[in-house]
């Protein structure tokens, strides 16, 4: 198995981690505490909108270095631009959360995140 084999499976992984958050039952919501976050109400007020932003620039930056390193290893191809992939995954990953308060289904979003990935080049 290749290294860029083993990445893309990695950022899969992640994604099978949000469709198995939504899959369990003892989760009280199918809305993550961050997406939820992410209302209108929240981020309308400056004092809260800051947490907000600080959570998501640190997930975003997590993934940035990530893909940073990968790209710069050879994991990932040379052209790759980390920041916007990790702004494009970090967007998906909330709309998903977002999509599964209206219809949840667990093989129709794996599709669709197989499709969002490869289209990355993930």
Known sequence: MTSRVRFSLGIRALFGSVLDCLDNPEIPSRLCMFAAMASEEMLSDPDLRKPVEDRMESYQVQLIE?????????????????????????????????????????TRFYRQVDVFLTALGL
């Open 66 to 106: 990530r893909l940073s390193q990968d790209r710069d290893a050879g994991l990932l191809p040379a052209e790759l631009d980390p920041r916007t992939i990790a702004s494009v995954i970090a967007t998906y990953q909330q709309g998903i959360w977002r999509m599964a308060l209206i219809e949840y289904d667990r």
